[in-house]
């Protein structure tokens, strides 16, 4: 009986140890930011310094400012070409091209039907995902038509966090975890146990749980954790199979494998 239990002990914890992902340390640069967005696979690291939009490269600075628009509330980063700033105080999204340079301006307050926007994120072509408060629903939004070439059912419980890349879009709520595909169609729907924050990663996503991280892959139920030493995660974001974690002194990089 007693070789029976150690067995399953045995077993089990060898299962464990196969759900989980190691990181493995890289090195960490210190850098002073309200908010480091991206290092995307040229090395430009791009991040948000007392309101002030940044992208460092090996030789130059460049930077985007708006104070007509007050605080800038996020800033995406999936495609570089084509960046994403949200001034939520203005309900105004402004894309940016790879100098720095508006390619458009999105005011949601002054389009034929208003749009109360809490989160934004990169879609496709010249679409943008977001989240209109006043409906509670998810939108695909074409910015040149200026008109929701898509929308989801109403969502009920409060938004914590979204992102996306052209094809699908993670919702992070209070209760659930809903991932959406290209016509708005839910392909998933997980229970939110205590997951708040929530970046991309190759062939799915990495959540944040009470300081620690968790990779979940597409079309997937179980998520599997990532193995860190103890670190404060204030900000985190994966470029290929980078993991980036920022603790508003350095910016450490270790090495994930996801299958």
């Keep these: 009986m007693k070789y029976t239990v150690c067995l399953f002990i045995f077993f089990s914890t060898l299962l464990s140890a196969q759900e989980s992902i190691p990181a493995t340390f890289i090195d960490s ?14 090395g430009n690291t791009y991040f948000i310094k007392d ?32 960046i994403n700033l949200f001034y939520q ?32 994120s990169t879609g496709s072509d010249n679409t943008l995902w977001i989240f209109n408060q006043d409906r509670q629903q998810l939108e695909r939004f074409d910015y040149k038509l200026q008109k929701t070439v898509m929308n989801t059912l109403p969502i009920t419980s409060p938004v914590l966090d979204m992102i996306s890349n052209y094809n699908t879009c993670w919702l992070l709520t209070q209760n659930n975890l809903y991932i959406y595909n290209y016509f708005g169609s839910v ?27 968790f990779y979940l892959k597409l ?41």
């Design 29 to 42: 640069t210190k850098i002073q930011a309200d908010q480091v967005v991206s290092v995307d696979n040229f």
């Design 51 to 82: 309101n002030v939009f940044f992208k460092k490269t090996d030789t130059k600075i460049l930077r985007y400012i708006n104070l007509q628009l007050g605080n800038l509330s996020t800033a995406q980063v999936f495609n570089p070409l084509k």
């Design 89 to 120: 105080d203005f309900n105004t999204v402004v894309i940016l091209d790879n100098r720095l340079a508006e390619i458009a301006k999105i005011d949601f307050n002054t389009l034929p039907e208003y749009r109360n926007i809490t989160h934004i």
């Design 187 to 213: 392909i998933q729907k997980i229970k939110n146990t205590g997951y708040t924050k929530l970046c991309l990663a190759p062939n799915g996503i990495v959540l944040e749980k009470e300081n620690k991280l």
């Design 219 to 259: 079309d997937d139920q179980d998520v599997q954790a990532i193995k860190l030493p103890n670190l404060l995660i204030k900000q985190f974001f994966v470029t290929n199979e980078t993991l980036y974690i920022y603790n508003f002194e350095t910016l450490a990089k270790h090495q994930i494998k996801i299958d």
